[in-house]
Every structure is written in structure tokens, then in C-alpha cells.
């Protein structure tokens, strides 16, 4: 295909371009340019005249919609022959004849996966190729899953440790005077005591670092909102050495 020389309105450089492309600017930042000035009116679009298939009615179009038929959507469709489709649509009221049917051979083609039982309420489920060996358990819905999860198959599940009890050192005493340390602000997102209350309905709360309930040393507690709180139960060794540094760092920066 032979090329042509043509020249950008906007820098005014030449640049070379096919003779089946409708180009007018030699790069990106000249087409921005050019719509900017084209949608703010500096620039005058050539229009056209052109005469509706349909209604037989004029209308204004821009140069680059030159190949417009239609006036609008409802002559459009109007316009259009749609008889080779009357065979294969239902009528009203009828039913459409594979309606709830499934072909064989496409369902074989498309599903590659196997059919297996929910480990919950052993309903029949299938399971597609990439899942067969990335999880080793599977379920039907979220109900069976979340069923699954409680206990000791849980993911944060550790001993049994959330049912112990907190010791009587973690007052209501020690949990100010950790706060008042730490500004009344979460160490992590640095949300206040005022919009916490307002977004959580709740008080900022004391975390203990090493995850240890009985341990109520100062140097091991450290406040934080409701959502850094429950975001430390994953990963526990990265927030435990994350928190260590945070206070050391806070501590260096008070003396």
C-alpha cells in the first residue's frame, strides 16, 4: 500500500500515513490536543447532509460519520429486514424449543472440570479444571463453607486462644494511659478517638503485639482502630515485627 505525506494541524510537522486511514495528526498528544479544542468549539467540524433509509427525512452529521444510514435508533430498527430471524424466534406465549435443554456434545467441549459431592451437605457440585488442585476442600455456597471454617479448621484458629480470658491488669486504667501515650490516635491509619466513635460506634482498642493476652506490659500494647485490629490477625509475624519497630521508632522520636 503506497503512503502519503500529510501535515498535523497542531504542531505542524509532516508525517507519513496509508491512504485507507482517515489519520489528521502525526501522534497521540496532537489527537488530545485536537479534541480538546474540538469538544471547547475552537475548531469547526466539517457537517454533512444526509437523507434518512427510512423516514426519508435530512439530518446533520459530522464529516467522520459520513457512512450514516439512519436518522435515529427507531429508524434503525424499523428500517432493518428482520425476516430471516422470524423462523428461529418464538412467538408470544409460546415456548422456546430448547429452552432448559443442554446439548452433549457442547456441554462435554466446554466443561472440563469433574463432578464431585459438597464436603458439607455432600450436594453433587462441579468443579472446574483450575480448582481441582488449588483447594482441597469444596462446597456448594457460602453457608457450607463458613460451617467448614469455624473451630479448629479455621484459618486464625490458634489453641483455642481467643476463649481465655484477659487478666485483671487490663483495666479500663491501662488501657487510657496507652491511648494517652499513643495521641488517642490508631499508630497504623491514624484515625482519632472522635471518628472512631462516629464510624464504629466503639472506643480505638488496645492490640497486644506478641499476641499474648496475659503479657499487659506497656511495651507490648500498642492502639489501634477496629479495622487495623482485625488486619493483624493475618500475617501475625509481619505485624508483630512491624508494631516492635513502630514503637521503638516512637519512643526514639519522644526522647
Known sequence: MNKIIKICPICNQEFESYKSQNRQVCSKKCRLQLMSKLLSGRIKVERLI?????????????????????????CKYDGQDSSHLLKYSA????????????????????????????DICHKEIYIPKYRITRTKYHF???????KFRVGEKGRNYINGSSFIDYPIEFNTELKDKIKQRDGHYCVLCG??????????????????IDYNKQNCKENNLITLCEQCNLRANHNRNYWQKYYIEKLEVYKNEKL
Open 50 to 74: 444526509k437523507t434518512c433509509k427510512y423516514c426519508k427525512s435530512e439530518f446533520i452529521v459530522p464529516r467522520y460519520m459520513k457512512n450514516r444510514i439512519y436518522c435515529s435508533l427507531k
Open 140 to 146: 456448594c455456597s457460602k453457608s457450607c463453607n463458613n
Open 91 to 118: 412467538k408470544k406465549g409460546q415456548i422456546a424449543w430448547n429452552k432448559g435443554k443442554k446439548h452433549p456434545e457442547l456441554s462435554k467441549r466446554m466443561r472440563t472440570g469433574i463432578y464431585s459431592q459438597c
Open 191 to 208: 484515625i482519632n478517638e472522635k471518628e472512631h466513635k462516629l464510624k464504629y460506634n466503639k472506643k480505638l482498642t488496645i492490640h497486644h
